[in-house]
């Protein structure tokens, strides 16, 4: 299985729509999961583009005021969806793989960067994680960082941290460590 979670920071540049297009192709990506997409519909002919014409079943979480919004798709040829939870920072698709019938959940999310949304977010991943039965792949953008030694500068809120670590051990998730890069907006 092969995908993407990336923050595009919208989705004007031709740049970033390239990128994915051939991204798609070339790696015959099985997902895509863009987060801070800023938009609240796309057109089909511009969500083809984005997969380098391959068929993909997508699906739009609005942005809420100027920030956030995600776009979530999966390759048709090789993945089912077999149904869609929208939560108020992320989408999950629960995806039956066609090649060996395995099922299991996708989640796309985009944390709340304003401090006073953030226990919204965190309750909104316990919501859409938590009670999920099929093994599960969580990506996209956080916005909250596990370890003081993520940030790049002396502005850390261990609060956040602190909640954020809770939640991911309560949920029984592993993270996938980055590799070749020590932050990951590099």
């Known amino acids: 299985m092969k995908g993407i979670f990336w923050n595009s920071r ?19 990506l099985d997902f895509i999961a863009l987060s801070e997409t ?21 699906h739009c979480l609005p ?18 969806v077999r149904s ?29 960067a304003q401090p006073e949304l953030k226990p919204e977010f965190l309750a909104d991943l316990v919501w859409i994680c938590g009670s999920e039965q099929l093994p599960i792949l969580v990506g996209g953008d956080f916005n909250i960082i596990r370890r003081r030694e993520e940030k790049n500068n002396d502005n850390f809120d261990g609060r ?3 909640m954020f670590n809770t939640i991911i051990e309560s949920l029984d998730l592993r993270e996938i460590e980055l590799s070749g890069r020590k932050f990951t907006w590099a």
């Open 10 to 28: 919208g989705l004007k540049d031709l740049p970033k729509r390239r990128f994915l297009a051939e991204a798609s192709l070339e790696h015959r």
């Open 38 to 58: 800023g938009r609240d519909n796309f057109a089909p002919q511009f969500l083809s583009s984005l997969a380098g014409g391959v068929d993909f079943d997508w």
């Open 160 to 162: 956040w941290s602190f």
């Open 63 to 80: 942005p809420r005021g100027r920030s956030g919004g995600i776009l979530l798709g999966v390759r048709c040829d090789s993945l089912e």
């Open 84 to 112: 869609v939870v929208m939560g108020d920072f992320a989408v999950k698709f629960r995806v039956r793989s066609k090649v060996d019938g395995f099922n299991w959940a996708l989640v796309a999310v985009y944390g709340a």
